[in-house]
């Protein structure tokens, strides 16, 4: 099965994917991580990708779409996958249809001004990746592996701000692109973690 999930930065699309990844046994491509993966190694392109993601802005198409056409083709994309945060644009939906097909494309449909608090308590692992609000881990401390949690650079307030506003501009349009091809799912993305989880179950059914 060849997913999307889609939703505005701080829709707990990461938290989703992870869990939709271990029901349905498929990878999880994320391109937000596999850019911040190429940062910390110190890639070329992690090199060029910083600064746009520093401000909160989309990181030029050519270079997503390379790594995610990349990735795709490794072999354990065979059996389907989940992408999270690809396509960002429709330039960048019209090219995923030349590459493959989507099955379905889950969209968590939340309150954009809800989402700035949401965003701005987020905590992440540097070493194993887990994402948290601040209030659920009052030690500061990775859950999973006892790293010292850390504030994603994008997750401060401003570029929060930013990062809505392209959303609005460039991927919500996604949501029509997705519903005229027939295969988009909305998903309530207001509830809790597992009332969410079991929606988008239902969903893939
Ligand atoms: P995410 O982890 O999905 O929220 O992505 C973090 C940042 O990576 C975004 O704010 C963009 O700067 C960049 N990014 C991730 N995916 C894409 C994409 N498909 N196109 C352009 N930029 C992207």
Do not use: W
Not at 13 to 31: E, F, M, R, W, Y
Not at 112 to 125: G, H, P, T
Not at 130 to 150: F, M, N, V, W
């Amino acid at each position: 099965m060849n997913l999307i999930i889609m939703g505005a930065p701080g829709s707990g699309k990461g938290t989703q994917a992870a869990l939709i990844c271990k029901t349905h046994d498929i990878p999880h491509v994320s391109t937000g991580d596999l850019l911040r993966k190429n940062i910390a190694d110190g890639t070329e392109l992690g090199k060029q990708a910083k600064a746009f993601m520093d401000a909160g802005a989309l990181v030029p198409d050519e270079l997503v779409i390379a790594l995610l056409k990349n990735r795709i083709a490794e072999a354990d994309c065979k059996k389907g996958f989940l992408l999270d945060g690809f396509p960002r644009n429709k330039a960048q939906a019209e090219i995923l249809d030349t590459i493959t097909h989507i099955d379905i494309a889950l969209n968590l449909d939340t309150d954009l001004n809800k989402l700035v608090d949401r965003m701005a308590s987020r905590r992440v692992c540097p070493v194993c990746g887990y994402s948290t609000s601040a209030s659920l881990a009052p030690d500061g401390k990775c859950k999973e592996c006892g790293a010292e949690l850390i504030i994603r650079d994008d997750d401060k307030r401003e570029v929060v701000e930013n990062r809505l506003k392209v959303y609005e501009k460039n991927t919500a349009p996604l949501i029509d692109y997705y519903k005229a091809k027939g295969v988009l799912k909305n998903i309530d993305g207001m509830q809790s973690i597992d009332a969410v989880n079991a929606a988008i179950e239902a969903a893939l059914k």
